[in-house]
């Protein structure tokens, strides 16, 4: 019988550990299961070609449309491109909390984003002459779910480390370059893009590896590149606590449709 009551309490705490385990694992998987997936071509056609932002809106000031002569319809991909309403930019940010086993990825985006690119192409090569696309980064929201976490925190923490009330936009510039990829298939092709990325106030050297598509009368992007954030004089949470660590390796993602004027 004294064997019996000695055997209980082991048999409850085993049974407690066993739920608690299950427990950990239900919220791993609800974690991966619900993991947004990375930005791409996917879903991106077809659009009709929306009304850009208007001249007096602060986030079109940010990439203010050249004047340029309009594309005739045999220019081929020769041109100005507008940014269209659709377009979604992002980051991916891997973060370990203290009460997880595993490390979980955050990921935030907004379809505040405006801007253009100038395409020159002759005898079946393209090139970019210039070009500029801005994003209100206060506008970026956390579209992944962590069980007991309130990820609006996080996104004001995020404002917060961007300081976003002194340097409210993102700004990617790319440098003229040939772009290697083929459209005329209209086949997605990929391509390499060098520029100055512009975050918090600091400029630097970026490249981006896009999937590029023309369909539609539209140029679908996507891709993304991985950046350290102390480049630019932003400082993640590194075990801040106890509560959390950041990887300070981050990677922005883009979606973007591209119409003529």
């Known amino acids: 019988m004294r064997t019996m009551k000695l055997a209980l309490p082991w048999k409850v705490a085993a049974a407690a550990a066993i739920v608690f385990v299950l427990m950990i694992a239900v919220a791993v998987t609800f974690v991966y299961q619900s993991r947004p997936q990375p930005l791409s071509l996917a879903g991106t056609h077809p659009r009709s070609p929306a009304p850009t932002s208007d001249a007096g809106d ?28 659709g377009s979604v930019v992002g980051y991916r940010a891997r973060e370990k909390f203290e009460q997880l086993p595993s490390p979980h990825e955050a990921v935030a985006r907004t379809e505040q984003v405006s801007g253009w690119l100038l395409v020159a192409s002759d005898g079946g090569s393209t090139r970019i002459e210039t070009g500029c696309v801005g ?3 206060a ?6 779910e962590l069980p007991g976490f309130n990820t609006a925190d996080r996104d004001k923490s995020a ?47 970026a490249t981006f590896g896009l999937d590029v598509q023309l369909k ?41 449709i591209l119409s003529r004027p």
Do not use: M
């Open 216 to 256: 539609d009368r539209q140029i679908a992007v996507a891709g993304n590149t991985t950046v350290a954030v102390e480049d630019f004089g932003v400082d993640v949470p590194q075990g801040a606590a106890g509560f959390v660590s950041v990887d300070p390796h981050i990677t922005l993602e883009v979606s973007l």
């Open 135 to 137: 994003v209100e980064v």
């Open 159 to 205: 404002r917060d480390f961007l300081r976003t009330d002194e340097h409210p936009y993102a700004v990617f510039a790319p440098y003229p370059q040939p772009i290697s990829a083929d459209l005329s298939s209209g086949a997605a092709a990929h391509a390499r893009v060098l520029g100055d990325l512009e975050i918090n106030g600091v400029r630097k050297v």
């Open 58 to 85: 602060a986030l079109a000031a940010v990439c203010r449309r050249p004047a340029v002569p309009a594309a005739g319809a045999t220019a081929g991909l020769s041109g100005l491109w507008l940014i269209q309403a």
């Open 139 to 144: 506008t970026l929201v956390s579209v992944d």
